[in-house]
């Protein structure tokens, strides 16, 4: 007997992982809990261990290969030599397709550019409607996919997609153009099936039954992608509000385009408060922009990927204001020069700790959130998490991209345990071996680009936290005190808010909570 070894979802933002290397060759004697493989997720490389003993056996997918969460990727015989019960499973089936079903004339509407007329002389005749494409004009049956298929394909220009009729919908249309036997169709390609519906005015939408599908004929598609049009935002004027041609080249020049709240207000999604799809450029446009041959492609890696999504995310979902603020860190700067050079040694004569300004923020924010309980949490749409504990998530910049490590509990632990804490998590980051625990969750955050001479910016939060401090560099600049001017260490930070956790006076007084703290470093050893 043989166990399948699956893609392990690693991370609650995993979809996809890519398979390092097998640390076990085939036909290898395996212990149960022995790592058997490296799979690299979204932001790290992780281990995947044997479930119980036994041998690996095959059919072993590739090292490089990425593939889904759930997908098998090798087994676990019992003896050596043992073919696998499933190993079927491990190669992707061909789709199994439903047998053809024959749809009557009346289920294949008019083609969109032969206009109404055409199509109502056509039923008349009890004939198929006019075709625009040589491949659609002989009869023919068509091959109808369940709703379950997962491939789709289209017709041509016009053709919309139907499901095959019920007995009694059958029963109905063929009192209606379409007496006798029905006329088969064949299109050139299988095509899914749809719910019907009831038939929807010219402009009254281009959704379909199923809410996250637009209705569009394949030439309305292509000049909305090479036009950069949204069609969710376009009223169809064909045959169910379909949207077709001449509806595209329409809202290219600011007609028959709804906004945004009237585009969603058609669909469940907008119901439950979904905001408005937003589309960029296409590849194809961005490309066009470019001589060919003057640049190169390097394709995404999973985790420029997910850094897409999850600043996407944030960008769209949070309401988010900014607060700034100047911190004089000059009793810091000395405070910090004095604690590293008393430092004691290890036996090899190493400095047990080497605290950087970066370390007094950490922990003046995580102490600064405990003065200021509200801020300290987190929304769901249910209610709001308040936390006990100041989780500080601090962004570390890594190859390909970057990954906030979270200090657990920062208001407990002293300067120097934080240093060691995130020099630790810091290098396991570059090496991509820290475990999903210790880079999700968090209520705040602190991004800092002063030691690239950055003097001030605007972090992105990252969802769930509510809060990142964005901590530039500390900079002798003048200041007035007591009417004269003095020079003094400043560092500007900058607070980005969620403002469904975190209202002004509630971020303000974060802000004035850190910066008492931080202006006054005895008070962070206390």
Same mark, same amino acid.
């Given at each position: ?7 392990p979802a ?25 790592t ?13 261990e ?21 997908k ?45 007329? #055409?199509a109502? *002389? $056509? !039923? @008349?005749?009890? +004939? =198929? /409607? ?28 016009g ?28 299109s ?6 749809e ?55 329409a ?7 709804m906004t ?5 207000? #058609?669909g469940? *999604? $907008? !119901? @439950?408060?979904? +905001? =408005? /799809?937003v ?26 990927k997910?850094i ?8 769209l ?60 949490a987190?929304w ?15 962004a ?9 490590p ?11 345990a ?18 999903p625990e ?7 955050a ?10 001030d910016f ?29 020079i ?8 980005s ?25 005895v008070?962070l050893?206390?």
């Open positions: 007997m043989s166990e399948s070894i699956t893609m690693l991370s609650d933002t995993m979809n996809t992982g890519r398979l390092v290397k097998w640390v076990k060759k085939l036909g290898d004697t395996i212990k149960k809990g022995e058997i493989a490296e799979v690299e997720t979204d932001k790290a490389v992780m281990e995947v044997a479930f119980h003993d036994g041998y690996l056996a095959g059919p072993l997918a590739p090292e490089g290969a990425e593939m889904p969460v759930g098998i990727i090798g087994y676990i015989a019992d003896s050596p030599g043992e073919a696998p019960a499933g190993a079927a499973q491990a190669t992707p089936a061909a789709p199994k397709t439903a047998p053809p079903v024959t749809v009557r004339a009346a289920d294949v509407p008019a083609e969109e550019e032969e206009g109404p007329k #055409a109502a *002389a $056509a !039923a @008349a005749k009890g +004939a =198929p /409607a006019p075709a625009a494409k040589p491949a659609a004009a002989s009869a023919k049956t068509t091959d109808v996919r369940p709703p379950s298929a997962a491939a789709s394909s289209q017709m041509g220009e053709a919309g997609t139907k499901s095959a009729p019920s007995p009694q919908s059958t029963s109905t249309q063929r009192g209606e153009g379409a007496r006798g036997a029905p006329l088969p169709v064949q050139s390609s299988p095509q899914p099936a719910e019907m519906s009831a038939p929807k005015a010219p402009g009254e939408g281009a959704q379909t039954s199923d809410a996250n599908r637009i209705s569009s004929s394949p030439l309305a598609r292509r000049l909305a992608e090479e036009s950069g049009v949204d069609l969710a935002r376009i009223q169809g004027s064909g045959p169910h509000g379909r949207i077709i041609a001449a509806d595209v080249e809202a290219k020049s600011g007609k028959g385009v945004p709240a009237a585009a969603g207000g #058609a469940p *999604a $907008a !119901a @439950a408060g979904a +905001a =408005p /799809a589309h960029g450029m296409s590849d194809q446009q961005i490309r066009a922009l470019y001589p060919e041959g003057s640049y190169e492609i390097v394709p995404h890696d999973s985790m420029r997910i897409a999504q999850r600043l996407e995310q944030s960008n979902t949070i309401p988010r204001f900014y607060l700034t603020i100047d911190c004089d860190i000059g009793r810091l700067v000395a405070a910090r020069e004095e604690v590293n050079s008393t430092a004691p040694q290890d036996k090899d004569g190493k400095p047990l700790w080497k605290l950087s300004v970066n370390d007094f923020v950490i922990k003046a924010l995580a102490l600064a959130l405990q003065r200021v309980p509200d801020a300290n987190t769901t749409e249910s209610g709001m998490l308040k936390h006990r504990h100041s989780d500080i998530g601090v570390v910049a890594i190859q390909g991209g970057l990954i906030t979270v200090v657990r509990n920062a208001e407990t632990k002293s300067l120097s934080i240093s060691n804490e995130m020099k630790e998590l810091a290098a396991r980051a570059r090496a991509r071996k820290l475990k210790e880079y999700q969750g968090g209520a705040s602190v991004s800092n680009l002063g030691m690239h001479g950055i003097r605007t972090a992105v939060i990252n969802p769930p936290q509510a809060s990142i401090l964005a901590v530039g560099a500390g900079e002798e600049r003048p200041v007035v005190r007591s009417g004269k001017i003095e003094a260490t400043v560092l500007t930070v900058t607070l808010c969620d403002h469904r956790v975190v209202d002004g006076v509630l971020g303000a007084k974060l802000l004035g909570a850190f910066k008492a703290l931080i202006e006054t470093p008070m050893a206390v």
